[in-house]
Each structure stands twice: as C-alpha cells, then as structure tokens.
C-alpha cells in the first residue's frame, strides 16, 4: 500500500515523521506540538512551564499509572522526561544497580528502547513518570517503528477486503483502539507488532455463539506419540493475521476508524476482526471447512483434531489451536492436504524438527522424539518477596502481591499439567490458598518455582517400530 492509498482512508494531510531517541528532535519557533502516531499534526497546544525544545507525544495505546513504586521489578516497563536534558526516556526494568539502602538506591539497570542500550539509570532523574505493568510488553512509546508497524496492520486490512468505507448516517458502531507489543525473535531481535482491535464489548452478544475449539494437552500427546511410532516428523505453521483470513461476517457490523485515518465516514465489516466476541469461531469454521474440503475428518472427542485417511489408513493428523497448526504424516499427506491448505492462507513461520509449540519444544530424533518446557520455565519469575517480610509470614497479601502470585500459579499449572505432574499437588493447593492467602503462602509459591528451575524434566516419545526391530534382530543373532 502506497501513501496516496493511506492518505485515501484518512484524509490528504502529507505525513510528517518523527523520531524519538535520546536527543529528540528539537522545535525552532511556534508552539508545541502534539503529533499522533503517525506524524499527522493533532492539533497545536500551548503548555505553559515546558522548555520549547521539549516534544510531548501523544501517549500510545497500554494501561499506565501515575504511581511510582518504592522498588521496581524486573521487566516492569517506563516512560518519562529527563529532569537535566528535557530528554524523552523509556525503557524496562533488567535489575537493581545499586544496594537496596544508600545513596544509590534507586539506581537500575536498564534497557533503553530508543537505542537498545544495556546500562544503569538514576529513577529519581525522571520526571512525569508512567509505568506499565511487570513483564507487560505494551509500547508506551512513539517511534517510526511503530508508525511502520502501524501501516503495516493497515495494509493488512486493505489486503484482506477487511472493510468498506460507508457514509456516516448515524449508525451504532463499535469503537477501535491500537495494542502495540513488541516480540521476541532469535534471529530479528525485539519486533514492533501493532494490531487495530475492535472494542467486542461494545457490541450486544447475547445471541452470537462465541466459543472456540482449542487443542487439548491430550491431542498434542497422541499426535507427537503416533508420529514418533510411525517415524514421522513433526512439523508447525503459523497463520499470520489469521482471523483477518476468516469467514464473511454474517451481520452489519460499523467501525468507527482510528483518529489517523477518521474522515467521518465509518468502516463496515465484510469479515470479523480481531476484539469481536465471535472472530475466533469464524476463523474456526474457516479452518474445518478448508480441511473438510480436502477429505480430512474432525475427531468426534476433540473437534480440534482432523484425521486424514486413505482406504481406511491414516496418513496424517493435524490439531489447530487458533493460529497455530501442528501436523505429521506421510508425503501424500503433506503434497494433497498440507501443501493444499497453507497456499489458501499467509503463513508467517514454519517448522520442523526441532521447534516451539505453545509454549512446548519439540524436538526430532532419529529414535524419536522428546517434548519439555525448559525455555518456558527458564523464563518463569519469582514472586517479589518485598522487604523486611521475613518475620510476617502470617499476614496477609497486598492487592499486587495477590495478583502477582495468581499469575505465577497459573503459569505453573500450565506446566504441571504438559511436563511436570509431580508439582501438581503443591499448585492445587497453592491455588486453593489463594482465598484467603497469606504471606507464608507467598514463600510457597516461590518455593515451588525453585523446585521446577533446579530440576529438568521432558518427555521421551521413542520410535517402537525401530526399538522393536533393533530388539528383533539382536535376538536373531543371538540364535544364530
């Protein structure tokens, strides 16, 4: 999509890029701007008691709050302006750079997203502070990445024939806001992902059907356990902007459009979008029919996972969660059916052999194959134990402290219930402690994260028939 297209959705004002970095653009003559996401002039704001030199951005999209914490944690994210230089600063908390007591303590280290930069910062040098949740990945600033990544989400939905442009009669429509994260990736670095999302909320869904088959923990066994036996490999496919890829929409559904491109007309829908309550299950459908099409079956137990048989032998397997598609079978199988289905969709990403599915590495040997969460439970907190706590072991929790350890509970339920079931007690009574938790119960929590990072755990899936066959001839030759 070029700019005379973009400009098309929002209006013919040229655009005007802005870069924030450590020494921000400085503004000559008139009065301060306030520029939007991408660079279009907002409007113009006289501030009183801000140097002129000074850029004030329009605040991206991710809850913030005013609320300065005593201690900050690793991964909690901040913006702010520089007291000495006037500077825009943002970045994420790595670790404390200084003693908890002295002169230094509210000195940090940090990653600065402007540049990148692994160093030490002094807090209590910022001013205007904002804070995002810990480990929240939701960009709280303004940068030509993320115009671009902007652009791009938008050329997505023009590519898709997500939307027409109607007049504004006054009809009910549903409101739009940008989520834009960044994701990590072994060989890109950190990546920008901006995504427009649909407030569903806004939207009576009383009489939608909502729900969306997942895979189970139970199918990704069988199939990793039946491609092992068979001497199979297991491959994964990412469908990206998947629900963009879905059934037409069924009903009239109005978007009002984001400031940049609002002209005063309204978006009509010709297929469901992300923030809808029923996009998943469109995207579902799209997926089982696709399959269905091609001769593969849908499992009566799990309507996520689809057989494909010839003459009564099957050739292959596949199970869907969302996006993400994990498959195993034979040439014919992938030539007829796999082949068949990524061309009818845009995939993002591949793999085989040894590879990440929700949050599982799967990885191929030629004996079988073995399946664990060590990257998961690698990157798996502990719960900040706060200070001067040692001797209140029978208090209770702050409100923080009580979301905190939900979150880390779940995380661990997640893996007791893929690859670590001898954890499976503690996590259920951790979670039924959390009715009325206290500090001791806190220190649990911590305790069991202890156990899952010093000890490893994986499953083993050998391949039998090659097992069975070594087993064979190694008697074979004993007889002889």
Same mark, same amino acid.
């Given at each position: ?26 503004? &000559? ?8 996401? +991408?660079?279009?002039?907002? $409007? ?87 804070? *995002? ?14 115009? $671009?990544?902007?652009?791009?989400? /938008? ?61 189970? $923990? ?33 009903? /009239? ?15 009509? +829908? ?55 598609? /994990? ?36 990885? *191929? ?9 060590? &990257? ?10 706060? /200070? ?8 209770? +929790?702050?409100?923080?402290? +009580? ?40 220190? $649990? ?8 990072? !010093? ?18 001839? !190694? ?6």
């Amino acid at each position: 999509m070029n700019l005379e297209t973009l400009q098309s959705l929002g209006g013919n004002s040229p655009r005007k890029r802005m870069r924030l970095d450590d020494t921000p653009s400085v503004v &000559d003559d008139g009065p301060l701007q306030t520029l939007d996401c +991408l660079g279009k002039t907002n $409007r113009v704001l006289e501030e009183v008691g801000i140097e002129k030199q000074s850029i004030k951005c329009r605040k991206s999209e991710g809850k913030t709050s005013k609320f300065i914490p005593k201690t900050w944690r690793k991964g909690q994210r901040f913006q702010g302006m520089d007291k000495n230089t006037g500077n825009f600063v943002s970045g994420s908390i790595v670790s404390r750079a200084g003693k908890a007591t002295g002169g230094n303590k509210n000195c940090y280290n940090v990653i600065l997203d402007s540049s990148g930069m692994h160093g030490w910062f002094n807090m209590d040098t910022l001013k205007d502070i904002e804070v *995002s949740g810990e480990e929240e990945n939701v960009i709280l600033y303004v940068t030509e990445e993320v115009q $671009r990544a902007k652009e791009k989400e /938008l050329e997505s939905w023009v590519d898709n024939d997500v939307f027409q442009k109607v007049r504004n009669k006054g009809q009910k429509s549903i409101s739009v806001r940008w989520v834009v994260t960044t994701k990590q990736n072994t060989v890109q670095g950190n990546i920008i992902k901006a995504r427009l999302v649909a407030r569903g909320f806004e939207e009576d869904k009383s009489i939608l059907q909502t729900d969306s088959p997942t895979c189970s $923990r139970e199918s990704v066994r069988l199939l990793i356990t039946l491609a092992s036996s068979w001497g199979w490999k297991c491959h994964t496919v990412d469908v990206q902007a998947a629900y963009l890829q879905g059934n037409a929409i069924s009903r /009239l559904v109005f978007l009002k459009p984001p400031k940049e491109f609002d002209d005063g007309s309204l978006w009509q +829908l010709n297929k469901t979008v992300y923030g809808l309550c029923d996009a998943a299950r469109e995207w579902y459908n799209k997926v089982s029919c696709e399959l269905s099409a091609l001769g593969v079956t849908k499992c009566s137990v799990d309507n996520s996972l689809f057989f494909w048989h010839v003459q009564n032998v099957l050739e292959g397997m596949v199970v869907v969660h969302v996006d993400d598609f /994990l498959w195993c079978g034979t040439a014919k199988f992938q030539s007829q059916v796999i082949d068949k289905i990524t061309s009818k969709f845009k995939i993002g990403s591949t793999g085989s052999t040894s590879f990440t599915y929700l949050g599982l590495n799967v990885r *191929s040997f030629k004996d079988g194959m073995t399946l664990d969460q060590i &990257d998961y439970v690698g990157a798996l907190e502990y719960v900040n134990r706060g /200070l001067n706590r040692a001797r209140e072991k029978s208090s209770g +929790l702050s409100i923080s402290e +009580l979301k905190e350890c939900r979150a880390k509970i779940g995380q661990l339920g997640w893996i007791a219930t893929h690859t670590r079931p001898d954890i499976a007690f503690d996590t259920c009574m951790l979670s039924a402690a959390m009715q009325d938790p206290s500090y001791k119960d806190l220190l $649990r929590v911590n305790k069991v994260i202890d156990i899952v990072k !010093v000890t490893i755990s994986s499953y083993i899936f050998p391949d039998w028939a090659k097992m069975l066959s070594g087993i064979l001839n !190694v008697t074979l030759m004993q007889l002889m």
